[in-house]
């Protein structure tokens, strides 16, 4: 417990100097011969092959964007190819000591490092897991295209797949690894350890560290690499990511074996640009990217700079550092060298460098260099050489020649099945356990001081004659999602929780409260206040297979966690080719009383990206059973909760909220009331504002309406709101969003076309004003009211006879309110 850390102020206020202790560079110093006891002669021809072939395969990509052919066949690839020529040394070098469950993740210059670690995992594996890994691969699709013909062992073959594999993801190819959804900067194969690279740059700089969190918790083998660009280590997914990589809390809180580091290397492929700009002396100010680790805690990461021109240097680096993993020592920040002769694309002009400079380079290519030595070593005649090179350049002309051929490496066919991307936005999964077995927790669940805090609670609102229960005895919202969660903590060992304030504090709206005392740390702990990393770490420990609940503490901070949410979560079950499950349930807490910045509900913003299931509960049944289910599945789902509601009791569902287990299916809309005369279609906390709209409209003109909460926003069943307009003629649509834009208009729109001919009148949306949300003191004329709905009514759908309005809902109003933008 942090209480345990007592901070002294005698201590804390002592004057010290802070000394940063030292960041090798450049230490590597052997030569090729010295290493003649470290490697067989047959490594170090491995080694320089791999570099031929991972040289050739990005100077045909080259050849083909700049030149429209590759050795005399035509071809053309609009899409992108983003070439590591120069940089083959620093892959070949991270990937060759790394095993097959060893994982590396990149980003949009990638070729390279997948080939690298490919090759190095093909290298490992037995010729029967080797076989198993093809067969089993999209039903050995990819291994029937490459084996026709094949003369060779069957690590040839291997070769084969992964060069073909990889080409026709980049050529999009229903063939590919990622069945061409990926392409160019995202292809991956997790079989072989190969983790999503990213096109956001930086993108893995925090969904790796999830991956490697994943490893630590559940006390799985291998090792994590984040393959992060030099110019990267400007974006804020890296320095959360690494801030969340090297909390005090893995060494200092987490206990038994799950203390120390996370089994993680930050390996800056340092090209010394990002695309034009230089990092060094111009874009950044670190000067040698190792530096950065002195930033990071107190052994500097054991940061070092190694020359990613020797692969020799790299390999050596490796080894060291995977020794300090494996002690739990980690992370690990290593800075390594390296330089691209290519453009930043095949377009680029270099205008930002000099001929001199690239030439410079180019004298001491790292593969030329490596087979003099070899040379000179006494392991290879040039002829030697030249017959690695005659091969490595036959087997990229073979998988050049495989994969643009129509017949045999089609694209998907969205002709005649034009659903079929549709198909593969989710996974809609059901499991129970992500794995099975016994989860770590501290306590029989039935100890719990909350769980029997709960037993004695009214699971209802309301007694037998309709009096509310006292408050302190009701069963609110946040004991039902606290309930489903707890529930699923002790049955699925994989699944963690995390976000600001999550453990000791029982999260900041005591959903958690009760939770730290069943929960090891390693379980459910406090994160950094970095809500990118919080929701980037849990993409990647979801996508090693892990169940996650990161939470964001307000909507409004979801800006924060902006690419996560909009770019990450969403997208790499389809874009993996259905490959990858993304069980994580991401809950965002609505505000309100806070004024502009704690108060927006921005629910509009997620349902808006295609991919992520969105649900927005209102009332403790419909929290409890949304909760279960969206754990319950293997889709992304941001779970949003408003603050108006954790204290409320079960108000609606007249049996009250069920103590077992139940689920309640996301997309479903319920009809919280009946009525005859209008239907109002409520999301989150205004459903209770409906309500009261509700009883005025019968109070005063005798008007009974139909109250829909739609509960889910993506999926969204429209079948029974259609049916209750049938009856009802008229529908207002409320919730407490900004009403420009939000998703009310996107249900009134559906609707509209829908059901055009039981309307009386058109859809009305009552959101929120388009303004700034003002102080609490002020919010009542920002967020829509129950008075607000039946002006609505009387103004735009049927006059309410002797209404007095207190808000505009004219025409002209609206007209002036959209000229001003307001
Ligand atoms: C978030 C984001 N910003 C900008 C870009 C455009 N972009 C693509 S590559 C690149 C340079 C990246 O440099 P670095 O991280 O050093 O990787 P390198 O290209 O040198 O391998 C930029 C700015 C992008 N893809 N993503
Ligand atoms: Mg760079």
Sequence with gaps: ?????????????????????????????????????????????????????????????????????????????????????????????????????????????????????????????????LQGIMEGFFGGRILSIVEKGHKGDLKALAIKFLTYGTLSEIFARESGF?????????????????????????????????????????????????????????????????????????????????????????????????????????????????????????????????????????????????????????????DVLTYRFSGHSPSDSSSYRSKEEIEAWESVDSIVSFGRELIAAGVAEQLLLDRIRAETDELILGTFRLSIDDRVSPRMDLVTHPGLIGEMMFSNGSADVMEEGEPDVLMPLEENPRVKQNAGK????????????????????????????????????????????NRDWGGAFAVYRGLTEALPYHRLFNAPISEGAIVGTAIGYGMCGGRVIPEIMYCDFLGRSGDEVFNQLPKWQSMSGNLIRMPVVLRVSVGSKYGAQHSQDWSSLVAHIPGIKVVFPATPYDAKGLMNAALQGTDPVVYFESQRLYGIGEEFH??????????????????????????????????????????????????????????????FNYEPVLKSLKKTGRILLVSDASERGSFLKEMAHNITELGFD?????????????????????????????????????????????????????????????????
């Design 1 to 129: 417990m942090p209480k345990t850390q007592f901070i002294n102020p005698e201590d804390v206020r002592k004057p010290q100097i802070l000394e940063l202790g030292t960041i090798p560079v450049n230490s590597y110093d052997k030569t090729l011969s010295e290493e003649l006891l470290r490697y067989s002669g047959e490594d170090l021809l491995r080694i320089y092959r791999d570099m031929r072939i991972i040289r050739e395969f990005e100077t045909m990509l080259n050849l083909v964007k700049t030149t429209g052919e590759y050795r005399g066949i035509p071809y053309t690839h609009p899409g992108p190819a983003h070439l590591s020529i120069g940089q083959e040394a620093a892959a070949v070098g991270m990937a060759y000591r790394l095993d097959i469950d060893d994982y590396i993740f990149g980003s949009h210059r990638s070729h390279g490092e997948i080939l690298a670690k490919g090759l190095s995992a093909i290298q490992k594996l037995d010729d029967i897991r």
């Design 178 to 334: 990622n069945k061409g959804l990926g392409g160019s900067m995202h292809a991956f194969f997790t079989p072989f350890g190969i983790y999503p690279n990213n096109a956001i740059v930086g993108g893995s700089g925090d969904i790796a560290v999830g991956a490697a969190l994943f490893k630590k918790v559940n006390r799985k083998k291998g090792i994590v690499v984040a393959n992060i660009g030099d110019a990267s280590l400007g974006c804020g997914p890296v320095w959360e990511g690494m801030t969340f990589a090297t909390m005090d809390q893995y060494t200092e809180l987490w206990e038994g074996d799950m203390k120390g580091g996370l089994p993680l290397i930050f390996n800056i492929m340092n090209n010394q640009y990002g695309m034009g700009g230089q990092t060094c002396g111009e874009t950044m100010g670190y000067t040698i990217a190792a530096r950065v680790g002195a930033a990071l805690n107190r052994v500097n990461m054991h940061a070092e700079r190694v020359d990613g021109y020797n692969p020799l240097a790299v390999i050596d680096a490796y080894e060291r550092k995977m020794r300090l993993l494996d002690e739990k020592q980690g992370p690990v920040l290593l």
């Design 458 to 501: 009214e699971r209802f609102a309301f007694d037998d004659r309709g009096k509310p229960h006292s408050s302190m005895k009701q069963f609110k919202f946040r004991d039902a999602i606290f309930e489903a969660i707890i529930d699923r903590f002790y049955r699925d060992p994989t699944m963690v929780a995390y976000g600001e304030e």
């Design 654 to 715: 007249v049996g009250g909220v069920p103590e077992g287990y139940y689920e309640i299916p996301l997309g479903e809309p319920d009809i919280k009331r009946e009525g005859e005369d209008i239907t109002l279609l409520t999301i989150g906390a205004t459903l209770y504002r409906a309500r009261e709209a509700a009883d005025l409209l019968y109070e005063r003109y005798g008007m009974s309406a139909e109250i829909i909460d739609a509960r889910s926003l993506v999926p």
């Design 758 to 822: 039981d309307l009386d009148a058109p859809p009305v949306v009552v959101g929120s004003r388009n303004w700034i949300i003002p102080a609490y003191e002020l919010e009542d004329y920002f967020f829509p009211q129950a008075s607000w709905i039946l002006d609505a009514i009387h103004q735009k759908i049927v006059p309410l006879k002797g209404h007095h309005v207190s808000q505009n809902f004219t025409a002209a109003e609206q007209l002036r309110r959209s000229r001003q933008g307001v």
